[in-house]
T-cell receptor, first 118, second 113 residues
Framework: ETGVTQSPTHLIKTRGQQVTLRCSSQ?????VSWYQQALGQGPQFIFQ???????GRGNFPPRFSGLQFPNYSSELNVNALELDDSALYLC?????????????????FGPGTRLTVL | GEDVEQSLFLSVREGDSSVINCTYT??????LYWYKQEPGAGLQLLTY?????DMKQDQRLTVLLNKKDKHLSLRIADTQTGDSAIYFC?????????????FGSGTRLSIRP
C-alpha cells in the first residue's frame, strides 16, 4: 500500500456534467500527477502539480483542470463530460526536493477513481 | 512518437519463468520502470532500472536493458498464481519537462496450473 488515497472509488455521471475527483498524497510528498487510464490501455499523463503550481501537462483539453492545496492534496476537475472520458483516473504522488520535481523521482500511485459517463 | 510497445498477452505454466518484453522510444530516458496492476487496483511499482545498467535483479525479478535496441524485459522466476496481473513497461523521456511517465498498453499475464 502506497499511502495515496483517492475518492470516490466509483462515480457515474451523464454527458455534459462536471466532476471533481480527489487525491490525498503520501505523507510528505509535495508533487502530484494525474493519469487517465481507458479500458485496456496504459495510463496517460494529464498533468502534474508541484507546490500548488502546474508543472507540466499532457495532451488533454482545457476542460481538464486541477488544483493542489497547501497540504498537497489535489483535485482533478473535468467539465462538459464526454462519453470518452469514461476511464480509471489515477493520481500519483512523489517527493520533489529543492529545485523541483526530477525525472527520477519515484511516483506512488493511488487505487484510482472509476468514472463512467453515460 | 511516444509509443511504448508491449505484447498484449502472455500465458505461462505455474512454476515456469515469465518473460515480458517491451520496446521504448526515447534513448535519453533515464529510468525505465515495470509496474504491476491487479484487477480493480492501482499501479504498483515493481522495479526500475537506471539507463546506465544492463541488468538488475531483485528476488524473483530480473530486468534486462538493451539500450542500443531500446528493449527492456522483465523476467519473473518461478511464476505463481499471485503473479497474474497486467504488467506495464514505462519510461520518462529525457525531453520531458515534467515527470511524465509514458506507459505501454500492458501485458496481461495469466498462469496455467
Amino acid at each position: 500500500e502506497t499511502g495515496v488515497t483517492q475518492s470516490p472509488t466509483h462515480l457515474i455521471k451523464t454527458r455534459g456534467q462536471q466532476v471533481t475527483l480527489r487525491c490525498s498524497s503520501q505523507s510528505g510528498h509535495n508533487t502530484v500527477s494525474w493519469y487517465q487510464q481507458a479500458l485496456g490501455q496504459g495510463p496517460q499523463f494529464i498533468f502534474q502539480y508541484y507546490r500548488e503550481e502546474e508543472n507540466g501537462r499532457g495532451n488533454f483539453p482545457p476542460r481538464f483542470s486541477g488544483l493542489q492545496f497547501p497540504n498537497y492534496s489535489s483535485e482533478l476537475n473535468v467539465n462538459a463530460l464526454e462519453l470518452d472520458d469514461s476511464a480509471l483516473y489515477l493520481c500519483a504522488s512523489s517527493l520533489g526536493l529543492a529545485g523541483g520535481p526530477k525525472l527520477t523521482d519515484t511516483q506512488y500511485f493511488g487505487p484510482g477513481t472509476r468514472l463512467t459517463v453515460l | 512518437g511516444e509509443d511504448v510497445e508491449q505484447s498484449l498477452f502472455l500465458s505461462v505454466r505455474e512454476g515456469d519463468s515469465s518473460v515480458i518484453n517491451c520496446t521504448y522510444t526515447d534513448s535519453s530516458s533515464t529510468y525505465l520502470y515495470w509496474y504491476k496492476q491487479e484487477p480493480g487496483a492501482g499501479l504498483q511499482l515493481l522495479t526500475y532500472i537506471f539507463s546506465n545498467m544492463d541488468m538488475k535483479q531483485d528476488q524473483r525479478l530480473t530486468v534486462l536493458l538493451n539500450k542500443k535496441d531500446k528493449h527492456l524485459s522483465l523476467r519473473i522466476a518461478d511464476t505463481q498464481t499471485g503473479d497474474s496481473a497486467i504488467y506495464f513497461c514505462a519510461e520518462i523521456p529525457g525531453y520531458s519537462s515534467a515527470s511524465k511517465i509514458i506507459f505501454g498498453s500492458g501485458t496481461r499475464l495469466s498462469i496455467r496450473p
